[in-house]
């Protein structure tokens, strides 16, 4: 038995071409994905009833990396300078009582060129919710190439008295062509080790940094059985102590920003979505170097 997955936070139409990935096709970008690369500044939401990616969804390394939950595992938000770093997430869904998401985050650096990451998810309500946990490693191989994977473990309690549990792996890649253009590539949930199933999602993006205050970015987001959603978006360094996020993409959560206050070993990030006759979602993250 598998577990359908429908989008509760999207009204676009399945995608009636016919170019869904399945077989030859995911193989194709499954080894696709290989050759091409990561890094890419944008945000985008993509919220099914039972799986949730937060408020960031992006195949970006950056500052910004510290509101992605379940980005490309090629990336970490550490440095070769700090040991552990530490995230905690909270966010609420359009003011709605109980309907709230919860994400805790670790990255360790093994050695110079070696990262794991852990991650645990709670998202829903008290009865009806998606639990999640994760453990990543991801690796520089080449000067300007990191190689990831991750394997993931969801408990999804959807239907009363009803549980499924499902694991599902991840892979992504991330090269710098330049100190300032990137480009990036992940595979999310290419095939279930269970009965039960996730979205297979491929995102791929292009980041361009004019400067060290201000950086440009375009991603692509697909998820299976939906049409793609693109996003672009700018992050901006207003000063020393913080930078602003502006990105907008082709659905129905069109606008999302954040403020981020950089201190001395931690950081703080507000975050807002926008959502057509929905509202507006919050998110805040805590950033803390260990």
């Known amino acids: 038995m598998s577990i359908k997955l429908i989008n509760t936070n999207s009204t676009l139409p399945k995608n009636k071409c016919g170019i869904l990935f399945f077989n030859p096709f995911r193989l194709f970008l499954t080894a696709l994905s290989f050759f091409c690369v990561l890094k890419v500044s944008t945000q985008s939401l993509q919220k099914t009833e039972y799986y949730a990616v937060e408020l960031s969804n992006t195949t970006v390394s950056s500052s910004q990396n510290t509101l992605n939950t379940l980005s490309n595992p090629a990336l970490s938000f550490s440095n070769t300078n700090t040991k552990v770093v530490a995230n905690l997430s909270y966010k609420n ?4 009582y109980n309907l709230n998401s919860l994400l805790a985050q670790l990255d ?4 110079a060129t070696t990262h794991l990451g852990i991650v645990g998810q709670i998202y829903g309500t008290n009865n009806y919710y998606y639990r999640n946990t994760a453990i990543s490693v991801n690796k ?7 190689l990831g994977l991750r394997l993931k473990y969801a408990s999804i309690h959807a239907i009363e008295n009803s549980r ?26 290419i095939f279930n080790f269970s009965k039960n199933k996730l ?23 697909k998820y299976e059985n939906y049409l793609p959603v693109y996003c672009i978006g700018s992050t901006l360094q207003t000063g020393k102590y913080a930078e602003v996020y502006l990105g907008l993409e082709n659905s129905n959560t069109p606008i ?10 931690s950081s703080l990030n507000v975050g807002l979505k926008y959502h057509d006759n929905l509202g507006i979602s919050t998110t805040i993250v805590l950033n803390k170097k260990i």
Do not use: R
């Not at 991840?170 to 480009?183: A, V």
């Not at 979205?199 to 987001?221: D, M, P, R, V, W």
């Open 93 to 96: 869904y359009f003011s709605v």
């Open 108 to 111: 360790i650096l093994v050695n």
């Open 140 to 146: 520089t191989i080449f000067k300007h190439v990191s």
């Open 164 to 189: 499924k549990h499902i694991f599902s792996p991840d892979i992504g890649l991330h090269i710098s062509f330049t100190e300032k253009i990137d480009f990036g590539t992940a595979l999310n949930s």
């Open 199 to 221: 979205l297979y999602n491929f995102k791929t993006g292009i980041s361009y940094h004019y400067s060290e205050a201000l950086s440009f970015a375009a991603q692509i987001n």
């Open 256 to 265: 999302c920003t954040y403020v981020k206050l950089l201190l001395k070993k």
